[in-house]
């Protein structure tokens, strides 16, 4: 995917605000072919974050906001996406505003994430205690899934 691909991909921001994301740097290195969702947040403005996934065969981008404050590292949090378990520090909550006039009025929607929006490589490396005695390939696909299926569901209610 190129960076142009990438910045035309995003379906709740402005074409300048898309522009003025800073992308990662080893862009046309990812392994595209197996990569369920790219996520990152910009180096150069911490607050804002990406997801780009494939939908029906071209990407779909999101751009996203954490939120300012953290929550404690004494506390375990839950990434709703890839559903791991972290400690608070970890996990941000991140709004995206909506695709279309819904968004231009400012209405935005929320879900806490892995605050490094990492939450791909970590479905496939990190596998729960109880699912350690099957194959890791094979439950790695399925996590892999399953977190698809949740972004999906997530950006279908960016796009409501």
Not at 35 to 47: C, E, I, M, Q, S
């Amino acid at each position: 995917m190129t960076e142009q691909q990438v910045r035309r991909s995003f379906v709740n921001c402005s074409k300048g605000e898309a522009n003025s994301a800073t992308l990662p740097r080893d862009l046309g290195d990812l392994p595209w072919g197996t990569l369920d969702v790219l996520g990152w947040r910009d180096p150069k403005a911490p607050l804002r974050g990406y997801l780009v996934v494939q939908r029906e065969g071209r990407p779909v981008g999101i751009a996203l906001r954490a939120a300012e404050s953290r929550m404690s590292a004494r506390r375990t949090v839950m990434c709703l996406l890839c559903r791991s378990t972290q400690p608070g520090d970890a996990v941000s909550l991140f709004t995206a505003r909506r695709a279309g006039e819904a968004g231009r009025n400012g209405n935005t929607v929320g879900t806490y994430v892995c605050a490094d929006l990492g939450c791909a490589a970590r479905v496939r490396t990190d596998i729960p205690p109880w699912l350690r005695e099957r194959d890791p390939a094979e439950v790695g696909e399925e996590l892999a899934a399953e977190l698809r299926h949740r972004v999906e569901e997530f950006l279908a209610a960016v796009l409501r």
